[in-house]
T-cell receptor
Framework: EDKVVQSPLSLVVHEGDTVTLNCSYEVTNFRSLLWYKQEKKAPTFLFMLTSSGIEKKSGRLSSILDKKELFSILNITATQTGDSAVYLC?????????????FGSGTQLTVLP | NAGVTQTPKFQVLKTGQSMTLQCAQD?????MYWYRQDPGMGLRLIYY???????DKGEVPNGYNVSRLNKREFSLRLESAAPSQTSVYFCASSDQRESSEQFFGPGTRLTVL
């Protein structure tokens, strides 16, 4: 059975802290891993990772994939209150003939002023 | 471009009532999806449509039906709502590449009493 597991489930930090969110996966025919940010409404896309060891960066956010150890991390440096959200990790999988994204349960990040 | 739109935003039903959730996308995507999101469970796929005229069951299809009306629109129907279907429902779309990013609608919060 395909699995995507995120840790920690929740995290509370203060502005300026650096955080690391973890995502491990066990899927057949792995092709890519995606990170989304969800603030009270629809998930919005952050990164898609396909190659091991290559860091993707967007401002204060960065992510890297380790295909040998089957995990990815999402780093946020100099956190701001606007970073408070649920961060979701997802991997494309197949259920019967349906191709889908299998999501982890998310990490709830709260950044205090 | 509006992206992915969903109606209604909120709905309260009594057990046994029926309703249809509407979804439309203007990005000319072939694939469309319906997910439900419950606390601590991440997003789970209900149904998927690879292209106009085709639909497939996802992880949790029981109690739901779908119609891919045309390339733009993908509706989700609850024939006889149950309290276990209280959830937030998201529609998403993507181009047909299996590993590609999915774009999400704003969600429908459904409560079944």
């Amino acid at each position: 059975e395909d699995k995507v597991v995120q840790s920690p489930l929740s995290l509370v930090v203060h502005e300026g802290d650096t955080v690391t969110l973890n995502c491990s996966y066990e899927v057949t025919n792995f092709r890519s891993l995606l990170w989304y940010k969800q603030e009270k409404k629809a998930p919005t896309f952050l990164f898609m990772l396909t190659s091991s060891g290559i860091e993707k960066k967007s401002g204060r956010l960065s992510s890297i994939l380790d295909k040998k150890e089957l995990f990815s991390i999402l780093n946020i440096t100099a956190t701001q209150t606007g970073d408070s959200a649920v961060y979701l990790c997802a991997v494309p999988t197949q259920t019967g003939s349906a191709r889908q994204l299998t999501f982890g349960s998310g990490t709830q990040l709260t950044v205090l002023p | 471009n509006a992206g992915v739109t969903q109606t209604p935003k909120f709905q309260v039903l009594k057990t046994g009532q029926s309703m249809t959730l509407q979804c439309a996308q203007d990005m000319n995507h072939n694939s469309m999806y319906w997910y439900r999101q419950d606390p601590g469970m991440g997003l789970r796929l209900i149904y998927y449509s690879a292209s106009e005229g085709t639909t497939d069951k996802g992880e949790v299809p029981n109690g739901y039906n779908v119609s891919r009306l045309n390339k733009r629109e993908f509706s989700l129907r609850l024939e006889s709502a149950a309290p276990s279907q209280t959830s937030v429902y998201f529609c998403a779309s993507s181009d047909q590449r299996e590993s590609s990013e999915q774009f999400f609608g704003p969600g429908t919060r459904l409560t079944v009493l």
